[in-house]
T-cell receptor
Framework: DVKVTQSSRYLVKRTGEKVFLECVQD?????MFWYRQDPGLGLRLIYF?????MKEKGDIPEGYSVSREKKERFSLILESASTNQTSMYLC????WGRGARNTGELFFGEGSRLTVL | SQQGEEDPQALSIQEGENATMNCSYK?????LQWYRQNSGRGLVHLIL?????REKHSGRLRVTLDTSKKSSSLLITASRAADTASYFC???????????FGTGTRLKVLA
């Protein structure tokens, strides 16, 4: 089974702290994504990466950065956490390429619920 | 934003009844997917329908796609209490690696 693992299920941080959210997938997927989920707003894409060291901004990148130094790991960084970044953060991965593996399916982690006080 | 929208936002039915959720989107797509999310958990893929398909079945799930109306529906037949969850549609953005999710339908199935 594909597994996407997010390092922390629950985090509580203070305003101004630097926050790292880690995500690891074990299926050799090229694509990795970070979404945030808020009530009434659904899932909004923060950043995605289609290869090592490659990244592209999603719809709401402000206040966030990402790092992809290895294919299996995609990190989301909040340089200076603010209260409006309190949210559920979801990491996902998918295969990109030809053949039967290219189903378009996204595989999600269990989510990291971040509270910024 | 190209975000899709699900309708209704919330749905409450009795066990054994059918549940229908709708999704509308704004741009041309290659495929549309439906996902399920149990409370406080990650999303789980249910079914994918390609733009050249009109209907697809998987167990108790039936998905339809009308590209002329830019809409899709998810039907869950003979619902069970365990189907209680939020359901999201997701569309790919042509020419990119991105997927856009709707705001979801919260389904509650009463035993």
């Amino acid at each position: 089974d594909v597994k996407v693992t997010q390092s922390s299920r629950y985090l509580v941080k203070r305003t101004g702290e630097k926050v790292f959210l880690e995500c690891v997938q074990d299926m050799d997927h090229e694509n990795m994504f970070w979404y945030r989920q808020d009530p009434g707003l659904g899932l909004r894409l923060i950043y995605f990466s289609y290869d090592v060291k490659m990244k592209e901004k999603g719809d709401i990148p402000e206040g966030y950065s990402v790092s992809r130094e290895k294919k299996e790991r995609f990190s989301l960084i909040l340089e200076s956490a603010s209260t409006n970044q309190t949210s559920m953060y979801l990491c996902a991965s998918s295969f990109w390429g030809r053949g039967a593996r290219n189903t378009g399916e996204l595989f999600f982690g269990e989510g990291s619920r971040l509270t910024v006080l | 934003s190209q975000q899709g929208e699900e309708d209704p936002q919330a749905l409450s039915i009795q066990e054994g009844e059918n549940a229908t959720m709708n999704c509308s989107y704004k741009t041309s797509i290659n495929n549309l997917q439906w996902y399920r999310q149990n409370s406080g958990r990650g999303l789980v893929h249910l079914i994918l329908i390609r733009s050249n398909e009109r209907e697809k079945h998987s167990g108790r799930l039936r998905v339809t796609l009308d590209t002329s109306k830019k809409s899709s529906s998810l039907l869950i037949t003979a619902s069970r209490a365990a189907d209680t969850a939020s359901y999201f549609c997701a569309t790919d953005v042509q020419g990119t690696y991105k997927y856009i999710f709707g705001t979801g339908t919260r389904l509650k199935v009463l035993a």
